[in-house]
Structure formats: structure tokens, C-alpha cells
């Protein structure tokens, strides 16, 4: 279990500009599909066990996610790590299964501005 205590405040002014983009954003169903261009040429993501290697892969399961569900997120909290690493704590409530849950965003930055690996957790 996830624990608020274990992040700072959410705060996006404190995030990689292509972090709280990508936050703030991804709820969006008619900006969903753009947030694969922030993602790095071989960056991979991994969902509900599911990994989408390449920006082509990314943009297909952004506009998958964006015609099936329909949900609002919550910045709840986030931390840094080595190595240009970025968690982000977020509630989603939507028409998913289960309605409402909280997720660990776990981003690394490459080249100072894309999403090099994202691996989206309970």
C-alpha cells in the first residue's frame, strides 16, 4: 500500500517541465494521443502489466486509453530519485473497474526533456 507520507506535496513547479506535463494532461481524451510526443524514440511504458515499446506502441495504447475510459486524475504527491527518476502519486476515479485508485507514476527523464520509461503501478 501506497502511503501520501512517503511524497512531498505535489507541486508541478518542482517536476521536470515533461513530468507535470504528461500529469496534467493525460486525462484529457482529445490530448491523450499528443502526449506520445513526449516520450523518447525508445522509451517503453508499462501498464496493467502490459509493456508499449516505442513511441508508435505509446501513441496506440494513448488512444486506446482514450476511447475506452473516461476519467479525472488527482496530482496526490511525488518524489525524485537518481538517475533523472520521478515518482507521482495520482488518484484516477473513472468508468474503469474498480471506479477509483491510486497510482504510482514512475517516470525517468532522459535527455533533460523526454520520457525515456514509465511504468504505471498499484
Given at each position: 500500500?501506497?502511503?501520501l507520507n512517503d511524497y512531498d506535496r505535489y507541486d508541478s513547479a518542482y517536476?521536470?517541465?515533461v513530468v507535470a506535463?504528461?500529469?496534467e494532461t493525460q486525462a484529457d481524451p482529445a490530448?491523450?494521443?499528443t502526449l506520445a510526443d513526449l516520450f523518447?524514440?525508445?522509451a517503453r511504458v508499462v501498464d496493467e502489466g502490459i509493456e508499449y515499446a516505442g513511441v508508435e506502441e505509446i501513441r496506440g495504447w494513448l488512444e486506446k486509453s482514450?476511447?475506452?475510459y473516461t476519467y479525472t486524475t488527482t496530482?496526490?504527491?511525488q518524489r525524485s530519485g537518481d538517475g533523472g527518476r520521478w515518482v507521482v502519486l495520482v488518484r484516477l476515479e473513472g468508468n474503469f473497474p474498480g471506479s477509483v485508485v491510486d497510482l504510482r507514476y514512475q517516470f525517468v527523464v532522459v535527455d533533460g526533456d523526454r520520457i525515456g520509461d514509465l511504468?504505471?503501478?498499484i
Open positions: 500500500m501506497t502511503h517536476l521536470p517541465p506535463r504528461y500529469v490530448q491523450r494521443a523518447a524514440v525508445g482514450a476511447s475506452v496530482p496526490l504527491g511504468v504505471i503501478a
